[in-house]
């Protein structure tokens, strides 16, 4: 099928989205470091934010995830192209994350980066759908790697140069943030530049209507349940892990560079090694199989690193915790393409995420809370044993995983 204004052929829209994509990751990359780590750590040495504020800025990408499926409703009626429909939140991202460069407050820094945290997870239907129209079934996890992969390494690249300068200096964060709006921008060309077809109508006219399809299709319902205890169990600790190692109170109190070495570098750097092989698994394994496998190491992962004060094995979990991102990110961002008819990919998507979004909105505000409550050490313990019960649960579905073909 040929694109609108659009000569090329099929091998031609492949390569040209596949480049575009290379770019858009390692964009990408600067600005997981501002979602992982930077913002939260500035918003705790620089503005003294208090439990409330973590957990807003914590909640905020979930809360663009969550809200993702109203952007794909109201976006679905214009008739634009996928790639203008994911390029508008991503420009929006980069302008709040530039003014936050200028933020003399807590408040004013929390909202613009909320702000943009929330826009820059609005585009994610749109762009798997892209993904689906241009990349071929059998090397979709493939061509998804690599620019994955470029994700990591320029998010550990930044994370290490920008976290030196800010131990030095923390004024420098004005610089940090002003980065990540620039990257923001070029992210919003970056997609606006794929060839993609006018984003599908959609078929109820309730912003909501797409959630039918958990009832409607029972193995996506029961997977996606799944995936929402799972997910919670992973979600609830993210911010918790920059708190654990950087507030006082918990005995390690790190420094920006071991605070990025533990959050991101070492995860990161796991995460980018597992990623190839694990695309491949993506691509021609039993995709039920691969989440059990995944799950599991997620749990010892999380396990492991609230589990001690010794930054030797918050290490180890964080290399485990990495390995599984590497799968997950893969999986995540494509597993609904082997599950949804022809024309719903971006309405799978949209009901994915948001129901991301609403695991992720809510869990750092309750693991925040429930730290408190249990410690960390059995914030671990549960997350683990959520991670299990999510496994098993999927067993019985292990017959309908839908590989495509045998590893070779």
């Not at 997950?328 to 599950?339: D, N, R, Y």
């Not at 022809?342 to 992720?360: C, D, E, F, N």
Request: charged fraction near 10%; hydrophobic fraction near 50%; charge should be positive.
């Amino acid at each position: 099928m040929r694109f609108k204004n659009q000569p090329l052929t099929s091998h031609q829209i492949t390569e040209k989205t596949y480049r575009l994509d290379l770019l858009r990751g390692s964009l990408r990359g600067i600005l997981t470091t501002g979602t992982q780590t930077f913002v939260l750590f500035i918003a705790i040495r620089y503005f003294q934010a208090s439990d409330n504020i973590k957990a807003i800025i914590g909640a905020a990408p979930f809360l663009g995830m969550f809200l993702s499926v109203f952007g794909l409703h109201y976006l679905a009626r214009t008739g634009w192209r996928k790639s203008l429909c994911g390029a508008i939140p991503a420009a929006l991202c980069g302008m709040f994350l530039f003014l936050s460069s200028f933020s003399n407050s807590l408040a004013s820094f929390t909202t613009w980066t909320a702000l943009g945290f929330i826009c820059l997870h609005l585009l994610t239907p749109f762009i798997t759908s892209i993904y689906n129209d241009n990349y071929p079934d059998d090397k979709r996890g493939a061509y998804f790697s690599l620019p994955m992969v470029m994700t990591v390494g320029f998010s550990v690249i930044f994370g290490f140069l920008a976290s030196r300068f800010m131990d030095q200096d923390i004024e420098t964060f004005r610089w940090v943030m002003g980065i990540l709006g620039i990257a923001g921008l070029g992210k919003a060309w970056a997609i606006y530049s794929m060839p993609s077809k006018p984003i599908e109508s959609q078929a109820s006219s309730n912003p909501l209507g797409n959630f039918k399809y958990i009832f409607e299709d029972r193995l996506f319902g029961y997977v996606l349940l799944t995936w929402f205890i799972m997910g919670f169990a992973n979600l609830w600790v993210l911010p918790l892990r920059v708190d654990y190692v950087t507030n006082p109170e918990y005995g390690i109190e790190g420094s920006a560079l071991l605070v990025t070495l533990l959050i991101t570098i070492i995860p990161d750097g796991m995460r980018a090694l597992s990623i190839p092989f694990l695309a491949r698994m993506f691509d021609r394994v039993n995709f039920i199989l691969l989440r059990m496998m995944l799950n599991l190491t997620f749990g010892c992962g999380i396990a492991l690193f609230f589990f001690t004060k010794d930054t030797g094995i918050i290490a180890l979990g964080s290399a485990l915790i990495g390995i599984a991102f590497g799968g997950g990110s893969v999986a995540w961002a494509l597993w609904v393409t082997k599950f949804a008819p022809p024309g719903k990919v971006a309405a799978y998507m949209s009901v994915h995420v948001s129901l991301t979004g609403i695991r992720g909105t809510f869990g750092p505000m309750i693991g925040f809370w429930a730290v408190h409550q249990i410690g960390p050490v059995n914030i671990g313990l549960l997350s683990c044993g959520m991670m299990v019960l999510a496994t098993i649960m999927l067993i019985p579905e292990i017959k309908h995983g839908r590989s495509n073909k045998p590893l070779n």
